[in-house]
């Protein structure tokens, strides 16, 4: 026996919400963030902060991040639309 598509379109909905509220929630909690009472935007810096508590560099070598930047440019190249 199938289900009417009502119920397929609600398990749809609610599924799509579900993986909405996680994408949300990793997005906010995607960078570490350090809560420090401190109002001094100096002091932060001296300790490598932004004024909202994030690191001010990334976490990974630069040249890592050239790598895959280079990595990316070169596929994008390669891709050719075939018309």
Do not use: Q
């Amino acid at each position: 026996m199938r289900h009417s598509l009502y119920l397929n379109l609600a398990v749809f909905f609610v599924r799509a919400d579900i993986r909405r509220e996680e994408r949300v929630w990793l997005a906010k909690n995607r960078r570490t963030s350090s809560d420090l009472p401190l109002g001094n935007a100096y002091l932060l810096k001296d300790l490598g902060l932004n004024v909202d508590g994030r690191p001010l560099c990334s976490a990974e070598p630069r040249d890592v991040n050239a790598a895959r930047r280079v990595r990316h440019l070169r596929r994008a190249c390669r891709v050719k639309i075939a018309t």
